[in-house]
């Protein structure tokens, strides 16, 4: 037995709504739509399935719902700021290795924008 893929899968009111973010911002494609659940998946690669647990963000941060690794972490914080996302926690390097930094969702989720 192998686990292939897990997919966090958050409440929210109009799932819709996802798309100005996890596509227009990460450019992620949707790969499911059925109107009350909508999908969507980086092109190309393939990641290990990965699931974390913590009792903060790091740093001192709340705990994010969810971390996304991008390959320009500074485009994206750029495209965030110019779209006017809210910035929860400012553009940072971390000591355990990383960039990153925190915004918030149209449904009101952290989301950790990380760089390797």
Not at 92 to 112: L, M, Q
């Amino acid at each position: 037995m192998a686990v292939r893929r897990i997919v966090p899968n958050l409440q929210v009111s109009d799932p819709q709504r996802a798309r100005s973010f996890y596509a227009d911002l990460l450019g992620l494609s949707v790969v499911m739509d059925h109107g009350w659940l909508v999908t969507f998946a980086a092109e190309g690669g393939s990641a290990m399935p990965q699931v974390g647990f913590a009792i903060e963000g790091g740093s001192g941060t709340p705990v994010p719902a969810l971390s996304i690794e991008v390959d320009d972490v500074d485009e994206v914080y750029r495209r965030a700021k110019a779209a006017g996302i809210e910035i929860v926690f400012d553009i940072t390097d971390e000591p355990w290795g990383v960039r990153r930094f925190f915004v918030r969702d149209p449904f009101g989720n952290i989301v950790n924008i990380l760089w390797h």
